[in-house]
């Protein structure tokens, strides 16, 4: 089977631009399981699920269809046959997606269509377990950090009506969740390759990633 490339790390670290970048130059397809958990999440809203409930959450997590496209050029996510793409980058999403993404069943669901996605090969996954646990056959793991202060600012650059202060507690809080959480928390994969890429941009960060992909 073809090339897998996981990519993992923490909010605002540059996944996704970088993965996108990365399957662009190297004609591999692109999956973001963040917007997979988002999606979930956008579901759950919608239906009125106590989202402080976790066996709640556990109930209704087999009853979406979620459907990712994994093309670099324009990656889409319907949800019961619906473009979902805009409303789950939503701040109501956002800020509630961590207590989703902490529940067994969900991952559990989710994790199985991303491995059924990756299975085939030639194809870059983006998220906080891919090296770990969705993809721990990867050829090459990449780990992406940036400082909390850098990924504030890259996001609240391409979000409207955020301070960087506001964006800085809210991905603090949501890492914490993320890391902390029983199943699968976000960390380091065994094998994984650590780049901060703090002082870069995204051209030598993508620079960066090719050259690990090419060893
Ligand atoms: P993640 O998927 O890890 O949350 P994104 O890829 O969405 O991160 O990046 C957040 C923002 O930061 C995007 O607007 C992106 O263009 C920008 N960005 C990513 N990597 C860099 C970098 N190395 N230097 C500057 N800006 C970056
Ligand atoms: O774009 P950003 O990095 O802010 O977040 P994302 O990649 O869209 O992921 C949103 C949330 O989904 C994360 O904060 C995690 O709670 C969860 N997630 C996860 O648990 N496991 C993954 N493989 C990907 C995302």
Known sequence: SGLVVAMDGPSGSGKSSVSRGVARALGLRYLDTGAMYRAMTWWMLQQGVDLADPAAIAARSGEPSIVS????????????????????????????VSAVAAVPEVRARLVALQRELAGAGDIVVEG?????????????????????EARARRRSAELTGSTVEAQQADMARRDTLDSTRKTDPLSMADGAVELDTTALNLEEVIAEVLRLVKE
């Open 69 to 96: 496209g994994t093309d670099p050029e324009g990656p889409t996510i319907q949800v019961d046959g619906v473009d979902v793409g805009g409303p789950i980058r939503e701040a109501e999403v956002t800020g509630a």
């Open 128 to 148: 906080r377990d891919i090296g770990s646990v969705v993809c721990p056959d990867a050829a090459v793991k990449v780990y992406l950090t940036a400082s909390a």
